[in-house]
């Protein structure tokens, strides 16, 4: 596997919910224009890994570097000016209002974005027809794609997601990997938590599996024993 220049550097990171620590001592890395996968049960800590990344939870570090930028105590919205667009497994978009304003609010003031709305419908060609349609009233799938439209617009270089792929259908799964693979040969780089094989292998580079908190295994994604009771990491599409 080539070398690529690191983008993300986490060592020894460690997370809590008020008392209760949920990380202990985890360390990964993400290259520039690579896509890597956290994978493994739920509850095994991955979407706290990210929530960590991003500040929204207690945490520390021996290292936490960003594109050579130490952001260990940066508070959530300075990780994201960095550059590091995150998309909860909830998706957060605002239900109460369209797509057009959802993307308008995801653009820094002040800030030029290199993600026009014709770039942005580009790419996710299903929201161009939605484009006034509140939030609310669109499937859990189009939600997605415009929880993801909306990172774009900040401009990040990292891209972590959070079950992309949970409770969508497997047509708006397979414009989704469509639509990353363009992202990530344009030289976008991710942090992907995922239980679904077919969008990890069709993306990924490299994968790291945690169980209760802690990494178990790491490698190349091809290496990973995918429905291996051992490890348990994916569901695969029905």
């Not at 952001?71 to 909830?90: F, N, S």
């Amino acid at each position: 596997m080539r070398s690529v220049p690191t983008l993300l550097d986490i060592e020894g990171l460690a997370a809590w919910y008020g008392e209760a620590q949920i990380l202990f001592d985890l360390s990964f890395t993400v290259g520039r224009g690579e896509a890597v996968a956290l994978v493994g049960r739920n509850g095994a800590g991955k979407s706290t890994t990210m929530k960590a990344l991003m500040g929204l939870v207690r945490r520390r570090a021996r290292r936490m570097a960003f594109a050579g930028r130490d952001i260990a105590a940066l508070p959530t919205h300075e990780v994201a000016r960095l550059g590091i667009g995150y998309v909860p497994e909830d998706r957060r978009i605002f239900t109460d209002l369209t797509v057009a304003e959802n993307l308008d609010l995801g653009r820094r003031p002040g800030a030029a974005s290199l993600w026009t709305d014709a770039a942005i419908f580009e790419l996710f060609p299903h929201l161009a027809g939605l484009r006034a349609r509140a939030g609310g009233s669109m499937s859990g799938g189009e939600q997605q794609m415009l929880a993801v439209a909306r990172s774009l617009v900040g401009n990040p270089e990292l891209l972590i997601l959070d079950e992309p792929s949970e409770g969508v259908a497997p047509i708006i799964v397979e414009q989704m990997i469509g639509a990353l693979l363009r992202l990530k040969a344009s030289g976008m780089s991710f942090l992907i938590s995922e239980q679904n094989s077919l969008l990890c292998e069709a993306i990924c580079n490299r994968a790291y599996v945690m169980e209760q908190g802690e990494m178990r295994w790491q490698g190349g994604i091809d290496a990973l024993p995918a429905g291996s009771d051992s490890v348990g990491l994916f569901t695969k599409l029905k």
